[in-house]
């Protein structure tokens, strides 16, 4: 005995340490899992002290009756029990609370179960002062009532000491309940009156009840009827969250829009604390808020009567054109989307049959459903939004919807219903939304249905304007490809079906009356190095487009194969100056000057080695497009040369064109270098550019 | 025995006391062990959610973003200044302009003369929404649209801004906003990417944009923006090569996935069943994406609606158009970009140029995912980068003007998902400059689009690098009041 006291104080100063560092730092703890269990035995442990503490009261009560040795060795071991067990039954209790547990009653209990544990280890420590030791544990047996009368509370509920004779039920609240009462003094209980209650009353101010709320606080009255703008509850709500006046303090639970909304209303409204929700009369703001958002959502929080589905069923259920997902991991109910049209099989629907009961929403839009995937549809029972948006569905499918009570929202957008659809559409009258847009449905009918289902939105969406009228866009090349040989075709095409394209191919303006686009044009160049298609779109109810005109080059003699000795300079060009100069297709100097479609020189000149030893072709003409910007002031080649050589060695120059110095730089785009006719196996073209100048090179025609 | 209490007391010397003191702070240590972030202000992230399903109920299941690259005036647009056009030509008072740093562009400038908008403003829709005269179409919806007038940004250049708007961080290397949501609610057609994007250029003065943004960064590469291109192919490389047929190319991709099954027992690289995911994806894509692509089946109408342009490749309209589709199609998140919204001169020419490109298709949008009973469940959000300057930059005349990056103050619009509709949010001062009433920083953005789609911006995260990343970093808050 004698030896263990001391190691029974130390124990008792490092509980008490660990103690008051859980009570300072408590909302900064989290209790892991595995610590939890030791929380929850507290309500095991805390029995000891409670026992102890009343054992110990008796005890000193009969003292006169014991032998005083005795007693002191009965009584001190006694105590160091008993402080031993509270004080572990309060940190236990402390780990508990964490958990999360929140109210008043636990606030209460709490700080009474830490003060008498501090009391106890108080009278540990004052034991030789018996003055003080008999004040703190009577004091603390008074706790110990207290205490364990509210911890019952938290348990079994804090009426349940008296429920048997008061019978106070808790009254249930409706439409007549004050909306005072219903909702405005919850919000502030919850809110505000942790600190604004008769004991604490901050600011002078009591929130806790009507009378109190009148007289108001320091700063004056609490609101004003009629007047939100002027009310200080609501003004001291609305400055920012930084402001030193905001209510609730920074750090406090912060009231949410809603709620300043109702409370806003409720003052606009009057104030009166006796009004109900029955007594409003439906026009009203206040009544409608409340409708809206308080008594809608509380209907809202969608409990379902169906269980949760296996996860793995789920996991199962997922195939690369079918999603199937749980609305939220605290939801049961299940979210499907079907894909692909071309893909689509009718077991991707009917596999539901597993789920039938969680499916609540359901996407098939663009499937090609037919008659009997509505019959299935028609068994999800708790299905509430369905979109067939584009499907096949006929009016007579519809009827199989007749079974699905809870369906809110469908969306039946661009599928041919008609007429006979709204005696089965009707019959839904869980419908809140319903989508029309683009199906046969005429004015009259929508008008019918908005008859029919007076619960429920239309929407026959956007409805175009038969006067306005807009411009078709230009008609487009099919294929990139602008240089041809005679006799090659081309197509042009349009996005929008039923257009009627009308072209020329003299360089006139088209119009009405020109040729009709039916199917591809042949090309014939007579001769010419180009040849222009002009083409205009047409359509009932447009304007016509603006012209699209399309240039095709002559293509030439292609050679076998095409070097380039130097890349050039790289930037957007990336340095395949062989395969640019030969892809058939021209392009725009003005919008592709600086583009990967324009190999450029500066430096180093632009040696082109074209390989026509197998064709040995005869010719008489080399055409550098090298297109040339507006307003370009200097020429950018100094010289372009062209030479032939039967084995790559031996060059022989055939003509050497100077351009330093030429009239229009501008207009160089086309530079045409003539000579003799020639049948030599290679061709080499230098294009040497002008000093301080890069040469932007496009297409290389041999003619 | 009092005896024995009392030697107790008498024996507590040094050795005692430090002794004492230990056992102390033994105590003291053993409850610091149940503090999770001793030393951090934050409380710890708790356990990863589990991926693939929101975190709790939200209608939203997919996003369209419109990015209007450049930064559009929220002066010409959303945010009527009438005090500006009486006060033409005045100084901007220092007081107001306060700390506020400027780009290198008006640094050096002497005055910064305010300037109010050219184009008239008018009232629309049931909660008298201000709209400017350069944006009739979207004037017409304002019933439908929520239009936050208080955003405000941390960076005043295009690029760091950009990317801010894209990843929540100035600096690159983040994963973009599609890919979080790729990543945080996996595909809803498994025959598309999640996370779509599509580029458009006006005629104003243009920035670029770069594949960063729309990067997956730390994330698998499965989660990265897929950019569908104007040309005739809309996603490279997507179509079998001349001479390999659907079923070639099936036994090949089963080989090829049987190897790199192979490489990924070896090494468990989670790059590769990424990899094998891709492949698997772009071979059912084959087929999914000519139905998508596919605009000559749209009703005339619905061209009208977006306005003829969409027929073109590359224009704003026909991306809407595309947008739309893919979205009803079940691609989680379709981003789009116009470019030319950087007005630093010639700004009323050019404005009027931009929002002609994007005010009618913007419009026909939302109209059409509302017809078809989607717009409940797709967020539509129209936003530049940041705002301008309520100061001309360059020369002011009576006639045109410029307006320098601003990014204090800027107006975007949201509408469905879950958005309030119908109203405008937070207020600026009376000469645009800052933001008077409910403000909204980038991260509260992020955070109020990750709520409508039903995930917790805290809760979403990364583990890379030791820590745990997220979109809003360790900032931002839910915007309750816009939510419906």
Redesign the interface.
Known sequence: M?KS??YF??TL??????????VV?ES?????FW?QPLGRMHPLLLHFPVAFIALMVLLNLFRKQIDP?SF??IN?FLLLLTSFTTVLATIMGLLLSLEGYESELMTLHKWIGIGISFAVYAMVLT??HKKVYQILLYTSFVGVVFGGHFGAGLTHGSHFLMEPITGAAVKKIDENTPIYTAYVAPILKAKCTSCHNPQKSKGELDLTNVEAITRGGENGEVWLAHNPEESLLLQRIALPLEDEEHMPPDGKTQL??REIELIESWIDHGADTEISYAQLNSEDGLKQLLTEKWLKGDRGK?VYAFDFVDTKLIGDL????R?V???????P?IEV?I?????YQAEFLTDLAKIKEQVIYL?L??LPLDDNSLKFVGELKNLEHL?L?FTEVTNEALAALVANTKLQ???L??TSIDRAAIKYLKEIKSLK?L?V??TQLTDADISQLVKELPGATI????I?DPE?K????PPTLIGERNTINSGDRISLG?????VSIRYTLDETEPNEKSELYESEITMDLQGERSKTVKAIAYKD??LPSKVSTFVFYDKGLVPDGLEVVHPGILSAYTGEAARILNDDTKYDANTYYYSKFYASFNSKPLIAIADFSASNPKIKEVVLSCGSRKGAKKSSVMYVEVWSSNNKENWTLLKKLNLTNVANPDKLSEISIKFPESTAKYYKVVGQPNTKSTLRVNQLFFY | ??K???E?HLNTNRRHFL??MA??????A???L?????LSSK??VEEQ??L???????KAKRIILLVQNGAPSQLESFDYKPKLNDMFGQDLPPSVRGDQKLTGMTAGQKTFPLVGSKFGFKQYGKAGTWVSDLFPNIAKITDDICVIKSMHTDAINHDPALTFMQTGAQVGNRPSIGSWFSYGLG?????LPAYCVLLSKGKGNGQGVYSKLWSNGFLDSSHQGVQLSASEDPILYLNNPDGMDRKTRRTMLDHLASMNQLGYDEFGDPEIPAKIKQY?MAY?MQ??VP?ITD???E???I???Y???C??PGTYAANCLLARKLS???VRFVQLYHQGWDQHSNLVGEMKGQAKDVDMASA?LI??L?????L?ETLVIWSGEFGRTNYCQGKLTKDNYGRDHHPRCFSIFMAGGGVKSGISYGKTDELGYNITENPVHIHDLHATIMHLM?LDHEKLTYKHLGRRFRLTDVHGHVV??I?A
Do not use: C
Request: glycine share 10%; charged share 20%.
């Open positions: 004698k006291v001391p104080l130390n100063f490092f509980l008490h340490i660990f103690l008051a560092f859980l730092f900064y703890l989290e209790i892991p610590l040795a002191e060795k001190y034991y030789l949410t829009g969608e997922n195939s690369p054109y999603t997902v749980q609305k939220s991991p605290t939801s109910a989307a894909y692909g049209r071309s893909s996407n839009a663009n979109v948006n929202s469908l969306s957008a661009g939304e989508f847009w683009n929407n026959e969406g956007y175009p306005e807009m411009n078709l866009t349009h996005k929008m079906n039923g109810n447009w | 025995m009092e024995e209490i009392f107790h002794g004492k056992l102390g702070f033994g105590g003291v053993l409850g610091s149940l503090m999770p972030d001793l409380q710890a959610l589990p693939g399903l929101k975190h709790f109920a939200a595909s809803e057609n498994k025959n698997e059912r087929t999914a139905e605009v000559s089946k009703p005339d109408h061209k009208k609606m306005g003829p342009d027929m073109v009803e199609s079940g026909a109209t059409d509302k017809q078809r009973g989607l409940d039903g309750n009041d939510l």
